[in-house]
């Protein structure tokens, strides 16, 4: 078999433009991209879903990779993965928030440990929400939803040297005020409880200036923190559920022309 230049140069650029989305999808979405996989299994399913995904494409654009055209198409494949990965990674984002204004109204806040998954010190409430959230990712199948919508933006979004507009970045960038909603849309039954216990203990101090809040105050705010996390637990799937299917949606509508 004899092979001339041009049918090697579109061989190589069509395995290598679908890696590099697969590839910068899988290092920015959640569980995943974390530390604690192995960069050779993502390396490895790169390649595998990359393989796969290569029959069923478009016509690729016969673009010589090392070109400027050809970079040009590299950097939208990887702002496409991305971006397809970051919408995910917020929900996680409004997790930890969540978690760390409760852990402050509670007593908590000096309670950190190390996450292993991005290296940084987080509440041990914050890395609560996170685990659970991780467990629900998986148990919901999010992963296989994302690599399906990965799968299929070849074909909404074929490969080319146009890729995400300027009216998906902003409509990116604004979605990351939907991150603090999240928060605290999780986290506002356990913060207007602790407020109102905040208040009640201050009208005690009030009446009884001998009570000493500090000694009394502390172990209480710290109990009713642990109670209400409980009583809060059941109404965790809906709210973290709405959340992830708002960024699939989005995800799915930046690769929708």
């Known amino acids: 078999m004899e092979f001339d230049f041009p049918e090697a140069t579109a061989f190589v650029g069509s395995l290598l433009w679908p890696m590099m989305r697969i590839g910068a999808m899988l290092l920015a979405m959640p569980v995943l991209g974390t530390r604690l996989v192995p960069t050779r299994v993502k390396v490895i399913l790169t390649l595998v879903m990359s393989v796969l995904v290569v029959p069923l494409l478009p016509e690729v654009p016969a673009v010589e990779p ?13 702002l496409i993965g991305l971006a397809m990965g970051f919408t995910l990674q917020l929900v996680f984002g409004a997790l930890m928030i969540a978690g760390e204004s409760i852990a402050m109204t509670m007593g908590l806040g000096f309670a950190s440990m190390v996450d292993p998954a991005n290296g940084v010190n987080v509440p041990v409430v914050s890395q609560f929400f996170i685990i659970v959230g991780t467990l ?21 979004l074929p490969i080319s040297p146009t890729g995400i507009d300027r009216n998906g970045l902003w409509t ?7 991150m603090f909603i999240g928060a605290l849309w999780v986290a506002i039954p356990a913060l207007v409880s602790m ?25 209480v705010t710290m109990f009713a923190g642990f109670v209400i996390l409980m009583l809060i637990m059941p109404g965790f799937l809906p709210r973290f559920n709405q959340m992830l299917l708002e960024a699939m949606q989005l995800s799915q509508s930046l690769v929708v022309r």
């Open 195 to 219: 407020l109102v216990i905040t208040l009640a203990m201050g009208v005690m101090t009030r009446a009884a200036p001998q009570l000493n809040i500090f000694s009394v105050g502390f172990p």
């Open 136 to 156: 629900l990712f998986l148990a919901l199948g999010g992963h296989l939803v994302l690599f399906q919508l990965v799968l299929s933006s070849f074909q909404s």
């Open 172 to 178: 990116l960038a604004a979605w990351g005020s939907q």
């Open 66 to 78: 090392l070109s400027l055209a050809g970079l040009m198409i590299s950097v939208q494949q990887v």
